[in-house]
């Protein structure tokens, strides 16, 4: 019979460096956009998404928080625009919840340099 043994190679690679590779500044920064996200919307990840373009993990979270927010809008225009069938508020604070919940998970994960996807936001910013 044939045993089945785990495989080694890593199909999960990403193209950031590993979290322990990765500098404190950098992580306090893609810290501090994930935060910025919450509470001020796209703002914060436009201005570093335009300005700090040498260091990459801030660039890959920069460019998710700022695709996060994207969709965050998105969503805000789709609820108003329900709120003539009533589902808008209740979408509206769908949204928020998930705004709040995604922002902390994302801060969260780069305080410890990992790297953070929000699953259901629409990649805009390549």
Do not use: H
């Not at 796209?42 to 998404?49: D, G, K, V």
């Not at 260091?55 to 998105?74: F, P």
């Not at 069938?85 to 998970?105: H, Q, W």
């Amino acid at each position: 019979m044939n045993e089945i043994t785990p495989s080694d190679d890593n199909t999960d690679a990403s193209p950031v460096q590993a979290a322990d590779e990765i500098p404190q500044d950098s992580r306090n920064l893609a810290l501090l956009i994930w935060i910025g996200t919450i509470f001020l919307g796209f703002i914060p990840s436009l201005i570093l998404f335009l300005m700090k373009k040498g260091d990459e993990y801030v660039a890959d979270q920069t460019k998710e928080a700022l695709n996060w927010s994207i969709t965050v809008v998105i969503g805000y225009v789709a609820s108003l625009l329900l709120t003539i069938i009533l589902i808008g508020p209740f979408l509206m604070y769908a949204i928020i919840v998930c705004n709040l919940v995604f922002g902390v998970l994302g801060a969260m994960a780069c305080s410890k340099g990992e790297q953070f996807r929000v699953p259901w936001a629409l990649r805009l910013m390549k």
